[in-house]
């Protein structure tokens, strides 16, 4: 098939998608479909640390509590921090959507999710089971669901459809504690692969039915729609026009050393970036709560269903206070809701820690975790984006923007290196104490840099941020 053959095709499949836009119930079923991709992606993200302590048990063979069990969580926390090194080719990845569509990723995104929890779960080796995780890792932090919102909605109904769809997906989380209740029993570690079966058919079931129910975005389908109906006069000029455009965005661009240059020279960024580094450094602890529950039973301050509970129960508290976060933000401002939130997350965790190592009810650890991890990925969005995004003249913005994400995810790969340290040294019964003593001040003085350092940004017009030397 030569190109014109190719090009009439792809006229008449995006010419009926762009009639299809129209239909009185597509974006209904739009949303539906991306809601559901949204709780794949939440579920694949969360599924592995909901039995990480089953998962060690069953592929090291060891038992839970023992040195050598320590040593296996530890090896395999640090085997599968490589699966992180994917985030490299991420960027590139995640370009290929502009130039073929939206769609086409949409679905190979939630098919992968899939076969990355598919091979997870019929893995027998070490390296079969890394295999499966770096698959999850590449394709859960992709988000084309979002993108799909933001190009689909209404400009009114965007933000309103992204948190209700993000709080849905939260929400679904406790669904992987009423599997653990179901379908896991302690005495047979292997059964920790039966939590991953729901996810998975709902990964491919949702996958498939995206190439049936899902169209193109309408911003896409236009975009390519004008190229494909232009002659090559016309595509020739566009293209010439396209690359004076983008050797004029390349003077203007500012390289990552300018812009850790201003991040650090800067007293607004400057204070910013301590707080993303603090607070990334502290996120340590939601890699291992499942491990820190454990703790709790093996201690006996907790039983086996007061573990479902608060399995169940935190995920319920995570989506309504994120939801409840948004409005803080926008009636508050981006200084006093970076505060609350970041109390949310400091007493959350507080709390809870204290419930692994003394007896408390089940509702109120469960409350305590969803409350703090809903204040702390919160407070890590409005850091990384809004505030810093306020912060920063227009012709540097996005190259500061993509540089705090740097910094943020050099704290995450220092509190991995933490937490597979401490498990080694102190022992996983311990995770409790040693990752609250080492994360909690580090909140703490986060939030007394955000409250001391860093001005309020709240209806900054952003064509004309003022810096201060």
Not at 337 to 363: H, K, Q, T
Request: hydrophobic share 50%; proline share 3%.
């Amino acid at each position: 098939m030569d190109k014109k053959e190719r090009e009439k095709r792809e006229l008449e499949r995006l010419e009926k998608a762009s009639v299809f836009h129209g239909h009185e119930h597509y974006f209904a079923i739009l949303i539906i479909v991306l809601s559901i991709v949204y709780i794949v992606d939440e579920l694949a993200s969360n599924v592995r640390g909901i039995v990480e302590v089953q998962t060690v048990r069953d592929l090291f063979n060891v038992v839970y509590p023992s040195t050598d069990y320590d040593k296996a969580s530890a090896t395999l926390g640090f085997v599968t921090m490589a699966g992180y090194l994917s985030y490299l080719i991420s960027p590139f990845y995640k370009s290929l959507a502009d130039k073929y569509g939206r769609r086409l990723f949409l679905i190979i995104n939630t098919i992968g999710m899939g076969v990355g929890m598919l091979i997870c779960i019929i893995s027998k080796s070490i390296a079969l089971y890394i295999v499966g995780v770096v698959i999850m890792t590449f394709f859960t932090p992709n988000d084309m669901q979002v993108i799909y919102i933001m190009e689909c909605a209404p400009k009114q109904h965007r933000a309103k459809l992204c948190s209700i769809t993000k709080g849905i997906a939260l929400i679904s989380v406790s669904s992987l504690g009423l599997f653990v209740k179901l379908f896991v029993n302690d005495a047979v570690p292997a059964t920790w692969r039966n939590v991953f079966i729901i996810p998975i058919i709902l990964a491919f079931v949702i996958g498939i039915a995206a190439i049936y129910l899902v169209r193109e975005t309408p911003v896409y389908t236009q975009k390519r729609l004008e190229y494909l109906r232009a002659s090559e006069e016309e595509r020739q000029a566009a293209a010439e026009a396209e690359k004076k455009q983008e050797e004029n965005e390349k003077k203007k661009s500012v390289s990552v050393w300018s812009a850790f240059s201003f991040i650090f020279t800067n007293p607004q960024t400057r204070a910013i970036a301590i707080v993303a580094l603090l607070m990334a450094f502290s996120t340590g602890y939601t890699g291992k709560y499942q491990p820190m529950l454990e703790a709790g039973r093996y201690n006996g301050v907790m039983n086996t269903d007061a573990v479902n509970i608060i399995l169940m129960f935190y995920p319920l508290i995570n989506g309504v206070f994120t939801m409840i976060g948004g409005f803080i933000t926008d009636s508050l401002g981006r200084k006093k809701s970076a505060l609350i939130l970041g109390l949310w997350a400091s007493l959350g965790l507080a709390v809870f820690a204290y419930g692994c190592i003394r007896p408390l009810n089940p509702y109120i650890i469960g409350l305590a975790y969803g409350i703090s991890i809903a204040g702390l990925w919160s407070i890590s969005d409005m850091i990384y984006f809004v505030i810093t995004s306020e912060s920063t003249p227009t012709e540097m913005r996005a190259s500061v923007v993509g540089s705090m994400q740097l910094i943020g995810m050099f704290g995450t790969g220092f509190n991995m290196i933490y937490n597979n340290v401490v498990t080694m040294l102190a022992g996983s019964t311990n995770l409790p104490v040693v990752l609250t003593v080492a994360y909690l001040p580090l909140m703490a003085i986060s939030l007394l840099i955000m409250m001391l350092k860093v001005k309020e940004t709240k209806g900054v017009d952003l064509d004309n941020v003022k810096v201060d030397e």
